[in-house]
């Protein structure tokens, strides 16, 4: 499992993804921006949705983090809740499948060491926690996981408030735990990427500040339009 996530050490990940009302979310487009990504020397691409995978695995043989947002209400974990959802994103061409690791009851009532067991035993293939916290991070790595991802710091009740990036949880991941740390979520910058580095990030993950366009533009209307 070690040598699918050596492709990523030391390195950028991007994110490619967009709000389902965005007319960047279709196939063809994520696909684009994951090539440009790679074309500029982003070391893998992390994606949402079997279709989306399968778009960007039909250009590329480069690394692919595959995840499947799906709300399940009463359930708050959404990042590939079940198991049927990581097989999907395996099937679609993914290398490591991210998982929502925190401790939040899972659809379908599956544990999240059963769920890795399956991914492992079943499909083959690394998992990458997204964690929140680091007694969540402890408890993936107890269960199988092979990388955390600081991906839901501040997106949790238990962590809610706290805005990302999670500089002080990455820091004790990388102190605690015995497997890579990726840190993702809330970097907005080239320095803090490299920051994440310096603190002893396996790899960084950046989303929104690079591929985010519907977002990055309301945030200059909001500032633009203030009196």
Request: with cysteine; hydrophobic share 45%.
């Amino acid at each position: 499992m070690n040598t699918l996530l050596e492709p990523l050490r030391g390195g950028l990940v991007v994110s490619c993804q967009a709000p389902l009302d965005s007319p960047l979310h279709h196939p063809q487009v994520i696909a684009a921006m994951a090539m440009a990504a790679l074309n500029q020397g982003a070391v893998g691409v992390r994606i949402d949705s079997p279709e989306h995978i399968q778009a960007v695995r039909d250009r590329t043989d480069r690394p692919i983090i595959g995840l499947w947002k799906q709300v399940i209400p009463p359930s708050a974990v959404y990042i590939t809740p079940q198991f049927h959802h990581a097989a999907a994103v395996a099937q679609a061409g993914s290398d490591i499948i991210a998982v929502d690791a925190t401790q939040r009851s899972r659809p379908g009532g599956e544990t999240l060491g059963r769920l890795i067991e399956r991914i492992h035993g079943e499909l083959g293939k690394p998992v990458m926690a997204d964690v929140d916290t680091l007694d969540n991070a402890l408890l993936a790595v107890e269960a199988g996981a092979d990388c955390l991802g600081t991906t839901l710091f501040g997106y949790t009740e238990a962590t809610q408030g706290q805005p990302p990036p999670g500089f002080a949880l990455l820091q004790a991941m990388v102190e605690h735990c015995p497997v890579p740390v990726i840190c993702e979520g809330g970097i907005g910058s080239p320095a803090q990427a490299h920051k994440a580095l310096d603190l002893g990030a396996y790899a960084v993950v950046v989303g929104t500040a690079i591929t985010g366009i519907d977002s990055l533009v309301q945030g200059y209307l909001n500032a633009i339009q203030q009196p």
